[in-house]
């Protein structure tokens, strides 16, 4: 390969490694696989119903801290009112530690106060693909 190909190689490279982490592009089948580790608390889809967690239909766009009628934990709403909004980027930050993630978005706001307790959510994923996958699936339900 010549020096130009090299560098356009390595160029081709960083540019899509970037670009997986601003927006994970996962696989909705698979996703729904992975949520059946989340079924045993979330309900989605039609009738879906509060069970030990909030439904998660339109879970993208959502503010935290908001489905109505849900008890929260006061760390949950706390990063609702601080501002923090479900999309891609946040529930794939998230899901490896939820109780870290949301003490973190609360301190990175000045609200090291409110950083205390813990969530509810007693659930960790961590594996990258699954977590895209998942999120592809949760969109599916979202408008
Ligand atoms: C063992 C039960 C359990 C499992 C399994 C679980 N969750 Fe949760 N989840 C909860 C609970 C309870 C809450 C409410 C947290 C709180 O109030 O602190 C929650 C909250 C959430 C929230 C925040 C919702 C909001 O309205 O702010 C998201 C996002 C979430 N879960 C996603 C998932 C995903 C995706 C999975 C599967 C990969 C999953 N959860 C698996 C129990 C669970």
Same mark, same amino acid.
């Given at each position: 390969m010549s020096r130009s190909g090299l560098v356009l190689a390595a160029s081709v490279l960083l540019l899509s490694a970037g670009s997986a982490a601003a927006q994970p592009a996962g696989n909705a089948e698979n996703g729904a696989e992975v949520f059946k580790k989340c079924r045993a608390c979330h309900m989605i889809g039609e009738g879906a119903r509060t069970l030990i967690g909030p439904p998660q239909?339109?879970?993208? =766009?959502r503010t935290a801290g908001?489905?109505? =009628?849900f008890s929260y934990s006061a760390l949950n709403k706390a990063a609702g009112e601080a501002g923090l909004v479900w999309n891609e980027q946040t529930i794939f930050d998230y899901l490896p530690d939820p109780n870290g993630y949301l003490k973190k978005f609360l301190t990175d706001k000045g609200k090291a106060d409110q950083a205390t307790g813990s969530t509810k959510m007693a659930f960790k994923l961590s594996d990258e693909q699954d977590r895209r996958d998942v999120i592809a699936y949760l969109k599916t339900f979202s408008k």
């Open positions: 239909n339109n879970l993208i =766009g908001t489905f109505p =009628g």
